[in-house]
């Protein structure tokens, strides 16, 4: 039998499986249409979209009533709520006050756009806010205003609580001045330029030039008598600047010297202070240099009421203990109310709240999970626990003396629920009658403030929109529901909200909790390469749990441009008690070993994700976090972004390594440096940082771009010069468009768009 082929229709037919095969796998070229599709989730854009996303409340002094901002159909909307009436409703009449500041202006006023985001309110209706340096008052539909006086308070002087007596500083010295005669009266004789009286350090105070002086602060903490002042001794003597040049300026061909006090981890060449107490009646002066500790610590103390006391928390270098001290300022004997200690680190903000019946209420980890404790003031033993069990106390709400109940945020209580979402509680003193009274299984924020009696309370979880309500705090009963976020212009648009997923950690056992985003335009039937967002510093949690935190983020515009992006919480991390957090101590370099973990689960069970093509990206510790993944773990990343990234914690700001990372410093310091494993690159990596970056230094990125030279590693390096710590975030702006750039092209392997400006 003769068999007729027709090769022609062979290749034919070859040819169009070829091509639907690779349409199934492939992306189509980035196009503008791209950018705008990740635009539209940027941070300034989406919140518009959505309706009543959430209620951030601005209680009036009634404490029954509040104010909150948020958008709406008709723009951005300013409500009151009236709890009493059951009742929200506009504020004011948007329309009308828009044409009058039109017409006061000279300009043309967007009624869904009023040019003020914050506003004042009296129970009169009158309403006043801040604009074009003016304080504007609309009342009755009549609208005024008057320039905005200059500050006149003197911040270079402290007034007495009786209003006698004047404390400032002359020449470094503590001065007072008897208001009633004038007389004026020496406090200190010692002080001199680097041993400053009544003074402390700014967290971004800047010395310009060689020679240039620190900016000026006044320290004081007057009694309630008026009769003594507590402050402290600021010691620069032996101190080191950490120093920044600032080449961007228009009117300078010289760069501008910038220079800042910031320990980095086991530095001895610090800023000290050095308690002191002074007695205005004796004239005498009582330093305290036992307690004297580095300013990135400090001591902050209280009076007692009848000015005999005070008290304060007194943290060790290393934070592996912290003494509750009193001083009797009489006496001036220091008294350890409580102690407690860990082999690796104690919180540095524990609760804390005296009560007037001469007990108090801590919460430790001590048991391997913050929970509150009542105590003995005069004894500092054990009265009773309050709360006892596997899961997190994270702030007291209200304290109710009078009937012997606290109320209180916690997490991982609940079964059958995320461990990472909040409820609120109250219990008995005695540790009797713990109950829920938030019992939606959701995360829920809360926003209490002045509101005495009543709590809003925010509910929600990444794909369940925001329920706004009014809680009684004693019950938790919902008196008033405010509103519930609109999605439908998302929905619209194909969004998806995160997924929730599940893995095992490192350990083998534990699970770890995270998320993944799609793009609007998902195609089960394409392979997307994968992005994994990072910041496993121990001190915060990352992974969203609200419908806002997963909405408005890095990770949808990313997904936005092809990707599926992907964060999760590994073990080091903080929310899940001491044990989970204390993995990462003298190991901060090994937190995205969860990372992989997760990523390669996951990949398993959604055959979309290609885990042959992987990249990771974050900024801070998270940027430390991407360039260690991609020389630990350099197989599986492929491609890293790290911004602002503190590349070896040696050279970081010390509270937070000494704290998490270990104190003393040890050879894991080393270890554990990107730029001591800068030869263990293989794949594309790009470093990014500020130029004027006070929070974390350039310096780290510049000694791990030398080490990747020496190392002969290729890698590409962004200074922008301008900058400070802050770029690269939520709004987007050019380092955004250049971090999508960077994984179009060495990810998706796809040429993106050069010289395109984002568009807000």
Do not use: C
């Not at 980035?30 to 539209?40: L, P, Q, S």
């Not at 017409?103 to 309403?127: A, Y």
């Not at 935190?549 to 919480?569: H, I, K, R, Y």
């Amino acid at each position: 039998m003769l068999i007729h082929i027709n090769f022609q229709s062979v290749r034919q037919s070859v040819l169009f499986l070829f091509l639907s095969i690779y349409a199934t796998q492939s992306f189509a070229q980035i196009t503008e249409d791209t950018y705008h599709k990740a635009e539209y989730f940027l941070s300034g854009n989406i919140q518009k979209e959505v309706y009543h996303l959430d209620v951030i409340p601005d209680w009036l002094d009634d404490k029954k009533s509040f104010w909150h901002q948020t958008y709406t159909k008709d723009g951005k909307r300013f409500f009151i709520t009236d709890i009493l009436k059951g009742e929200t409703r506009e504020a004011f009449d948007h329309e009308e006050l828009a044409n009058s500041l039109s017409e006061k202006s000279g300009g043309s006023i967007d009624s869904s756009n009023l040019p003020f985001s914050r506003i004042q309110l009296k129970e009169d209706g009158t309403l006043s806010f801040e604009w074009m340096n003016k304080n504007w008052i609309y009342t009755n539909g009549n609208l005024e205003s008057k320039k905005i006086a200059q500050d006149s308070r003197d911040r270079s002087v402290s007034i007495s609580p009786d209003g006698n007596w004047k404390a400032y500083v002359k020449n470094f010295n503590l001065f007072v001045e008897n208001l009633e005669t004038g007389e004026e009266s020496q406090l200190s004789y010692d002080g001199r330029k680097d041993y400053e009286y009544a003074s402390f350090w700014g967290w971004s105070d800047m010395i310009l030039g060689e020679n240039g002086e620190r900016p000026e602060h006044l320290s004081i903490n007057w009694s309630p008598d008026s009769k003594k002042i507590q402050t402290q001794i600021v010691d620069l003597r032996l101190a080191e600047k950490m120093l920044l040049l600032d080449n961007s300026q228009d009117d300078k061909f010289r760069p501008q010297l910038m220079g800042y006090y910031r320990a980095s981890p086991g530095d001895t060449t610090v800023v000290m202070y050095t308690p002191v107490l002074f007695d205005l009646e004796s004239k005498a002066a009582t330093k305290f240099p036992g307690l004297s500790l580095p300013h990135f610590i400090g001591m902050y103390f209280n009076w007692d009421a009848d000015s005999k006391h005070i008290y304060g928390t007194y943290l060790e270098r290393g934070f592996k203990s912290f003494d509750l001290l009193e001083i009797n300022t009489d006496s001036k004997k220091i008294r350890k109310v409580y102690s407690e200690s860990s082999p690796t680190h104690v919180n540095n903000n524990n609760i804390f709240r005296r009560l007037d019946n001469g007990q108090f209420i801590l919460g430790t980890e001590k048991s391997g999970w913050n929970q509150l404790y009542l105590m003995d003031w005069e004894s500092g033993k054990l009265v009773n626990r309050i709360t006892n069990g596997d899961y997190v106390v994270k702030n007291l709400l209200k304290v109710d003396e009078e009937n012997s109940i606290i109320y209180f945020e916690a997490a991982g209580k609940e079964k059958d629920v995320n461990p990472y979402y909040s409820f609120v509680y109250k219990v008995n003193f005695d540790g009797t009658g713990l109950e829920l009274l938030t019992p939606e299984k959701a995360f829920h924020d809360i926003s209490y403030g002045r509101g005495e009696d009543y709590f809003v309370d925010n509910y929600s979880t990444v794909d369940q929109p925001t329920t706004s309500v009014v809680r009684e705090i004693k019950t938790g009963r919902i008196v008033h529901e405010i509103s519930k976020a609109d999605i439908s212009n998302l929905l619209k648009k194909g969004y998806q909200s995160p997924k929730q997923f599940t893995a095992t950690a490192k350990d083998g056992k534990t699970t770890i909790y995270g998320l993944y985003y799609l793009p609007t335009d998902f195609n089960s039937k394409k392979k997307y390469p994968i992005i994994d967002y990072t910041y496993s510093g121990p001190h915060i949690d990352i992974t969203p749990k609200t419908f806002r935190a997963g909405l408005v983020g890095l990770q949808q515009p990313m997904a936005e441009l092809g990707f599926v992006v992907v964060t999760v919480d590994g073990l080091g991390t903080s929310g899940r008690g001491k044990a989970f957090n204390d993995v990462s101590y003298n190991n901060l370099g090994d937190g995205t070993t969860d990372h992989v973990l997760a990523i390669k689960e996951l990949a398993s069970k959604n055959k979309f994700m290609d885990v042959e093509k992987v990249g990771i990206f974050g900024h801070s510790a998270g940027g430390y976090d991407a360039g260690r993944a991609m020389l630990l773990h350099p197989d599986f990343y492929k491609v890293g972004v790290a911004s602002a990234g503190d590349h070896d914690h040696r050279m970081e700001k010390a509270w937070w390594p000494e704290m998490y990372m270990g104190y003393p410093i040890g050879d894991f310091y080393h270890e554990q440096s990107n730029i001591t494993n800068a030869s263990k690159l293989k794949g594309h990596l790009l470093l990014a940082h500020g130029g004027i970056d006070e929070n974390v230094n350039p310096s780290a990125t510049f000694k791990f771009a030398e080490a990747l030279i020496k190392a002969g590693k290729d890698f590409d390096l962004f200074i922008w010069p301008s900058r400070n710590h802050s770029f690269g975030r939520t709004d987007g702006d050019y380092f955004t468009k250049k971090r999508w750039d960077y994984f179009i092209e060495h990810l998706m392997g796809e040429e993106p768009i050069r010289h395109y400006q984002i568009q807000k």
